[in-house]
């Protein structure tokens, strides 16, 4: 049966591209979570990176 020749097959078809919309939508919306989540756990390896440079470098000023 054609979709395009009824009311009701048009209204179901309209149906089913809302809810693949939706999916879609949850699948971006878990994507953007994860990257803020990599993007904060970076971060705080940069700063942790940087910490340990400073901590580093001040053990060298008293080694000399």
């Given at each position: 049966?054609?979709?395009?020749?009824?009311?009701?097959?048009?209204e179901a078809r309209q149906k089913?591209?809302?809810?693949?919309?939706?999916?879609?939508?949850?699948?971006?919306?878990?994507?953007?979570?994860?990257?803020?989540?990599?993007?904060?756990?970076?971060?705080?390896?940069?700063n942790t990176n940087e910490k340990?440079?400073?901590?580093?470098r001040d053990l060298k000023k008293?080694?000399?």
């Open positions: 049966d054609d979709w395009t020749e009824s009311q009701e097959g048009l089913s591209l809302n809810k693949q919309i939706d999916i879609q939508q949850e699948k971006v919306s878990a994507l953007t979570a994860e990257k803020k989540r990599i993007i904060a756990e970076i971060e705080k390896e940069l340990l440079k400073g901590v580093i008293n080694l000399t």
